[in-house]
């Protein structure tokens, strides 16, 4: 094996997709993430949300613990406890937002919330579509 060989092998890959590194996904409060059996669906169809629509989405939060989310007035049920996500347009665009939501729908997200400038999106076994 020649080093440059061994130097790719050896480097370690931060990202759980091509635009978005496992740091996105991560528990602000404790640097906890949980990995999920859907992790790897949720975090590749916001990978194609990205590609369709074009433009740059920051994740807002991602993961949540019991005392990060209880901390911020989250549900006490909350998806993020077991894995969703808030996102919005990089450029925090009202246009670009709406056109997420509509992606969001045809990728297949289950849990969909259009809030005035994010969305949450996760993958619960019943669709359902709220308003924020």
């Not at 020649?2 to 528990?27: G, R």
Request: aromatic fraction near 12%.
């Amino acid at each position: 094996m020649t080093t440059v060989q061994q130097t790719v092998l050896d480097t370690p890959n931060y990202y759980a997709t091509e635009h978005f590194m496992y740091s996105d996904f991560i528990c602000p409060c404790c640097d906890t993430l949980k990995i999920v059996p859907a992790f790897y669906t949720h975090a590749g169809m916001l990978e194609r949300m990205r590609r369709e629509a074009g433009f740059p989405i920051v994740i807002t939060s991602g993961y949540r613990c019991k005392s990060h989310n209880a901390s911020i007035g989250g549900a006490a049920r909350s998806w993020h406890l077991l894995f969703a996500t808030d996102i919005q347009p990089e450029d925090k665009n009202c246009e670009r937002l709406l056109k997420l939501f509509q992606l969001a729908q045809d990728i297949g997200f289950r849990g969909i919330g259009r809030y005035e400038t994010f969305l949450h999106l996760d993958l619960r076994p019943e669709r359902l579509l709220w308003r924020g």
